[in-house]
Structure formats: structure tokens, C-alpha cells
């Protein structure tokens, strides 16, 4: 079955306490992205990957690192995490372009994170 | 910085009638366009793609561009209560940087 599969689905975890959620897909896609969610701020890009060991910044990248070692895997770290990175948190890929214009994005099951 | 806005709702419609919903953007540089529903706590699932202007129609759905008035919008026919959802509308405009609008609230009365 096709699909984006992230780990854990739930993580409550304490001040900078370092932790990584996992990203990996099995489609082959090129493109893949991280989103937290938040009430009332919709979804938010963090970082994305247009291939392997090619990696840029969203529009919510502070306290956030990723890694595109290998096509399928997409890692998120916090190193250092804070309270305000509690969300729900999302990794999506896809397959770049498509007939006429730009692939959706397939999402994971998402990652509730609270840092305590 | 792109833009998307969405009316939050909640828009109520009883079932069997027709849902609208509306989405409008600031960046004329976009080039394609999506609509994802999203039960509470789930991840959003895509319903369409839609590319150029016009209407795109796929089963009880269907998606209209106009990129001119920088509008776009998703129409849901015989409403169900399984439409009640989160309906979020995004965009890309060189498939880097993906937009998500903040996402209208359906909800559909038996």
C-alpha cells in the first residue's frame, strides 16, 4: 500500500529533551515536507526536500532540523524542544510534477507532540 | 509571503443540498491548486487537483478556478453527513512551497 507512515503518533516529552519524529514513504517521491498544525494558524510548512541531500526552509523553521539522506526517509529533529512546538505535526510527500501542473502532497497520520 | 483565506465557518447546509466553499489567494505566481478534507484530528486527504481556469468535476465535487480574480472554490452536491469535515484549500506555486488556507468547517444536517 502506498503511503506516507510517521512515528510516533503520539510523544509527550519535557524541555529540551532531544527527540526525532520519523518520516518515510514508499512511493518513490521526490518532494517531501513537514507541517505543524495549530487552532486557528492552519497548517504551517517547517522544512521541505526537493530530493536527496536538498533541503530548505518553510515558513516556520526556528527550533527545527531535518535530513535527506535517502529518498524515503525524511526525519524531523528538535533538539532543543519548548513548549511552543506542542502541535500536531505532519509529513507529506510527493511526486513533484504532474499533467499540467505541481503533484498533491500525500500525507502522513501525524504526530501529536506536547512538551511539557 | 502568500496568502490563502478561507471563511472558517462553521457553514451548516442540510443534507441532499448543495456546499460552497470559497478560497482566495494573494500570489498571482500560483499554479496549482488543491482541496484536501480533514476530519478532526486526522490527517487531510486530497479530494481534487485543479490547474487551469474553469471547472474540473469529479463525482459529487466539483472544482472551480479563476485565476484572473485569484479564486478558487469546491462545490459538494447531495450533501452527507459524512461531508462534515474540515475543508482546507492550498496551493503551490513552483511545487516548493506549499500555502494551506486556514479551513472552512462543513457541517451537513441529516
Known amino acids: 500500500e502506498a503511503q506516507v507512515t510517521q512515528n510516533p503518533r503520539y510523544l509527550i516529552t519535557v524541555t529540551g529533551k532531544k527527540l526525532t519524529v520519523t518520516c518515510s514513504q514508499n512511493?518513490?517521491?521526490?518532494?517531501m515536507s513537514w507541517y505543524r498544525q495549530d487552532p486557528g494558524l492552519g497548517l504551517r510548512q517547517i522544512y521541505y526536500?526537493?530530493?536527496?541531500?536538498?533541503?530548505d526552509k518553510g515558513d516556520v523553521p526556528e527550533g527545527y532540523k531535518v535530513s535527506r539522506k535517502e529518498k524515503r526517509n525524511f526525519p524531523l529533529i528538535l533538539e532543543s524542544p519548548s513548549p511552543n512546538q506542542t502541535s500536531l505535526y505532519f509529513c507529506a510527500s510527493s511526486r513533484s510534477t504532474a499533467p499540467g501542473g505541481y503533484s498533491p502532497l500525500h500525507f502522513g497520520n501525524g504526530t501529536r507532540l506536547t512538551v511539557t | 509571503q502568500k496568502e490563502v483565506e478561507q471563511n472558517s465557518g462553521p457553514l451548516s447546509v442540510p443534507e441532499g443540498a448543495i456546499a460552497s466553499l470559497n478560497c482566495t489567494y494573494s500570489d498571482r505566481v500560483s499554479q496549482s491548486f488543491f482541496w484536501y478534507r480533514q476530519y478532526s484530528g486526522k490527517s487531510p486527504e486530497l479530494i481534487m487537483s485543479i490547474y487551469s481556469n474553469g471547472d474540473k468535476e469529479d463525482g459529487r465535487f466539483t472544482a472551480q478556478l479563476n485565476k484572473a480574480s485569484q479564486y478558487v472554490s469546491l462545490l459538494i452536491r447531495d450533501s452527507q453527513p459524512s461531508d462534515s469535515a474540515t475543508y482546507l484549500c492550498a496551493l503551490t506555486d513552483y511545487g516548493q512551497n506549499f500555502v494551506f488556507g486556514p479551513g472552512t468547517r462543513l457541517s451537513v444536517l441529516p
Open positions: 512511493m518513490n517521491h521526490e518532494y
Open positions: 526536500s526537493m530530493n536527496v541531500e536538498v533541503t
